[in-house]
């Protein structure tokens, strides 16, 4: 029996582990069902995890060089709104992102590869990732081990594309930056209350605010070179909790997205001094924590080629290549791209007809395709810029299409 028979063998499998992720979901670090449930099965299959930091992790093969395969596996804090008899039920969290399929397909993986350790050359180390979405999880796992012990010598993840993109597009980038760094910030504004009916005696930190919201929008139309990508988002703006208080405290939270090194610390800086300065204009005063930074994504080229000549050579029906992906959303695996090297892809998983209306982050967006493991391929000389003889195994998500 070859790899792909083996994968269509698992096909339930597959959708049920994705289906119990997805039923289950959960955010940030802490995935106390979505952690438990991956650990069990990995032993189901006779590997042996171990949690790393918020994360899990394992590894099978021989002694040699060590490949990363690596799955995120949170949701987010949305309802959802599919209608799929798999809903999670808790109506506030929402896998509209596919890290459940990332998972479900990684099991998959680690089982058929766990079936072949004994044909393998080197060692496959599994990621079982939390809190990508808050760009939490990769960080945590790194000052936890997850690149030593044994140490990483390259690393390897796929993300699943929803909306109008057509399953069998492999997206990629070989020369450049392939997401944006993300530097999440939250705005705390510090005014004085006051009844609403004299707001000449308050210093009313929602006008701060908003004076603070409109003048960031300038760093954007008149500060950033137009030939560079920079996104300036606020996508929280909370205060007051009645109609007649002028209340103490207003907070903003947004992110700065760019593919620039120096236009990511000329917005940064710019956006801590533009909220200093409007609240000091109106007596009021600002705390300015940074939640998140994150570097932008950029893939080994050498290790990337490698990976696209191999894929050109599968035989999987409506398979098509697509260069130069780049986009403004932001990805922490970057974290492990800028430390060891590693290829990053999309992977095309949506439907061309009304459903594909539903992109990424949507509500109604669980009704994608699933993409079942078709071939496990051992590659050798992978890595010939260091010199090296390294099998790498990839685990190929084919076009393969079962509606869920």
Request: glycine content about 8%; overall charge negative; hydrophobic content about 40%.
């Amino acid at each position: 029996m070859n790899d792909y028979q083996r994968a269509c063998e698992l096909k339930e499998e597959t959708i049920a582990n994705r289906r119990y992720i997805h039923e289950h979901a959960e955010v940030g670090l802490e995935l106390p069902q979505t952690r438990a449930y991956v650990m069990e099965k990995l032993k189901e299959y006779g590997l042996e995890p171990k949690v790393c930091g918020a994360g899990v992790t394992a590894t099978l093969g021989k002694a040699g060089k060590v490949l990363l395969l690596r799955a995120d596996m949170d949701a987010l804090p949305m309802p959802e709104e599919s209608g799929e008899s798999f809903a999670c039920k808790d109506g506030i969290h929402n896998h509209a992102c596919g890290h459940d399929f990332h998972a479900a397909m990684l099991l998959t993986a680690a089982k058929i590869l766990k079936e072949k350790e004994n044909e393998l050359e080197g060692t496959v180390k599994f990621m079982f990732q939390p809190a990508e979405e808050t760009f939490e999880g990769s960080r945590n796992m790194i000052e936890h081990g997850i690149l030593e012990n044994p140490k990483v010598d390259a690393a390897l993840a796929f993300h699943v594309a929803a909306g109008k993109v057509p399953a069998g597009l492999v997206m990629y980038n070989d020369s450049g930056v392939m997401m944006s760094s993300v530097d999440g910030f939250k705005i705390t504004i510090h005014g004085k209350g006051a009844h609403g009916a004299s707001p000449h005696t308050a210093i009313d930190p929602i006008n701060v605010g908003t004076h603070i919201y409109l003048a960031l929008q300038e760093l954007i139309a008149r500060e950033s070179n137009p030939s560079h990508a920079c996104v300036l988002t606020i996508g929280q703006f909370a205060a007051g909790s009645a109609p007649n208080i002028i209340p103490e405290i207003a907070v903003l939270q947004g992110t700065i997205r760019t593919n620039d090194k120096g236009a990511r610390e000329l917005l940064v800086r710019r956006m801590k001094q533009v909220a200093e300065g409007e609240a000091a204009v109106f007596g009021a005063s600002v705390e300015i924590e940074m939640l998140s930074e994150v570097c932008p994504l950029i893939c080994d080229p050498t290790l990337t080629d490698e990976m696209v000549g191999y894929i050109k050579e599968l035989p999987v029906p409506g398979l098509s290549l697509y260069p130069g992906a780049s986009a403004n959303a932001s990805e922490d695996f970057a974290l492990i791209a800028e430390r060891v090297p590693s290829v990053f892809m999309y992977l095309g998983s949506g439907y061309l007809d009304e459903r594909g209306d539903y992109g990424a982050h949507n509500p109604n967006s669980g009704s994608y395709i699933i993409l079942l493991l078709n071939e496990i391929l051992l590659i050798s000389r992978i890595f010939s810029k260091l010199g090296l003889e390294f099998p790498v195994l990839i685990t190929w998500e084919s076009v393969m299409i079962l509606p869920v």
